[in-house]
């Protein structure tokens, strides 16, 4: 689902915003934050007739605000924000991790981190990648039904068909 915007107002009586979005084929997202110095914490609702790939990401994307991931790049220790790393490879039994402009690398091995990352967008692509599901910017469908995922930063990552179809799936295409 592409999101649009359609509307956004500002209501000074009750201090609150609406932001009217649209999605594609009919579905409709309304976000209303409702402004109260009352109010100790902060809380979300989501209601919807199902629970779609869209609302799926969408969950995710607020889960991943805060997680960390521990990585090493030139003998320095570094936290991650994990919202920031666009896939995770394997390489000759290393882990590395790629955030837009950086290379880390991870001690842990690649299953530890999908089992820790999982719940927060990432998706299992081959034996020794892992993507951020947020990232990705086309599909193409590939030889032996094989899905080639371009990612935001113009990586390439090729989908093996072993995952394929869990990720057209997850995203809610047909390709």
Known sequence: MRILPHFFAYDI?????????????GDRLKITINVDE??????????????TPEIEK??????ILDKQLMAVKE???YLLDVSKVIFL???DRKTFVYTGDEVYESSLKLYELEQQLVEYGFFRASKSCLIQ???IRSLKADLNRRIKVTLENG?????????????????????
């Open 13 to 25: 009586v009750r201090d609150s915003y609406l932001l009217d979005l649209w999605g594609g084929e």
């Open 38 to 51: 009352n109010v100790k914490d902060i809380e979300i609702t989501v209601s919807c007739g199902k629970l």
């Open 89 to 91: 490879e394997s390489v």
């Open 155 to 175: 990586e390439q990552i090729i989908v093996s068909r072993q995952y394929a179809e869990e990720l057209k799936r997850k995203l809610g295409v047909k390709i």
């Open 58 to 63: 969408l969950l995710a994307t607020l889960r």
């Open 133 to 135: 599901l947020q990232y």
């Open 75 to 77: 003998g320095e220790v």
